[in-house]
C-alpha cells in the first residue's frame, strides 16, 4: 500500500457510540494530522503529531480523542457525539510539522454521520 | 485575525482558461499552497509559492504577490477532469496552515 489510507470510509454512529477512525501513512513521514472539513468550511485542524508528539490542540472538544501509537498510525477515538460533528474528518501527513515548504498528503477521509 | 478569501464557485468552458483568486490576511508567512480536491477524494498538492512571481507546471501556474497579500491558480486548456475544487492554504509565521474555504470551478463542455 502507499500513501495515507483512512478507514473507515463512511461511518453512521448514534450520540451515545463509542468508535475509533484509523490512519495509516506509508510515506515515513514524522509528522501525522487529524482535519475536519464542512460544506463550504474551511479545514478545519483538530489535532498535529510530529514524531509521536501532540503539538496542536486546537481546542477540540474532548468527545474527540486522538492517539498516535508509532509516527505511522494515527487514531481518533470518538464519543457521546452531536450532530453537528457530523462532516468528513481528513488525515494527513508531512516530513515535518515546522518546515515552510513541506506539503501535506491527505487520505480518501472518513464521512461521519452522527443520528 | 488571519482570513483567506477565495471564490466560492466559478465556472469555465473546456478549453479555456480560468483564474482562481485568493487574498490573505495573516500573522506572518511562510509560503501559499494550493490543493485540488475532487469532490469525494482526498485534497492532492498543486504547488507552493514562497517568493513573488509565477510558478509554471504543466497547464498549471501559480503566482504570488507578497506585498498585496495575494494569489491566484491559473488554469489552461480546461479539461472536463479539472471541476474539482481548489483549495488555497497560507503557513502563517507559527508553520500553522491557514485555509480557504475553497473554490468549486464547474466545466462546460
Known amino acids: 500500500e502507499t500513501g495515507v489510507t483512512q478507514t473507515p470510509r463512511h461511518l453512521v454512529m448514534g450520540m451515545t457510540n463509542k468508535k475509533s477512525l484509523k490512519c495509516e501513512q506509508h510515506?515515513?513521514?514524522?509528522?501525522m494530522y487529524w482535519y475536519k472539513q464542512s460544506a463550504k468550511k474551511p479545514l478545519e485542524l483538530m489535532f498535529v503529531?510530529?514524531?509521536?508528539?501532540?503539538?496542536e490542540n486546537n481546542s477540540v472538544p474532548s468527545r474527540f480523542s486522538p492517539e498516535c501509537p508509532n509516527s505511522s498510525h494515527l487514531f481518533l477515538h470518538l464519543h457521546t457525539l452531536q450532530p453537528e460533528d457530523s462532516a468528513l474528518y481528513l488525515c494527513?501527513?508531512?516530513?515535518?510539522?515546522?518546515?515552510?515548504?513541506?506539503?501535506?498528503?491527505f487520505g480518501e477521509g472518513s464521512r461521519l454521520t452522527v443520528l | 485575525g488571519q482570513n483567506i478569501d477565495q471564490p466560492t464557485e466559478m465556472t469555465a468552458t473546456e478549453g479555456a482558461i480560468v483564474q482562481i483568486n485568493c487574498t490573505y490576511q495573516?500573522?506572518?508567512?511562510?509560503?501559499l499552497f494550493w490543493y485540488q480536491q475532487h469532490a469525494g477524494e482526498a485534497p492532492t498538492f498543486l504547488s507552493y509559492?514562497?517568493l513573488d512571481g509565477l510558478e509554471e507546471k504543466g497547464r498549471f501556474s501559480s503566482f504570488l504577490s507578497r506585498s498585496k497579500g495575494y494569489s491566484y491558480l491559473l488554469l489552461k486548456e480546461l479539461q472536463m477532469k479539472d471541476s474539482a475544487s481548489y483549495l488555497c492554504?497560507?503557513?502563517?509565521?507559527?508553520?500553522?496552515?491557514?485555509w480557504g474555504a475553497g473554490t468549486k470551478l464547474i466545466i462546460k463542455p
Open positions: 494527513a501527513s508531512s516530513q515535518d510539522g515546522t518546515s515552510g515548504a513541506g506539503e501535506l498528503f
Open positions: 510515506l515515513g513521514h514524522n509528522a
Open positions: 503529531y510530529n514524531f509521536k508528539e501532540q503539538t
Open positions: 495573516t500573522s506572518g508567512f511562510n509560503g
Open positions: 509559492n514562497v
Open positions: 492554504a497560507v503557513k502563517d509565521s507559527n508553520y500553522q496552515l491557514i
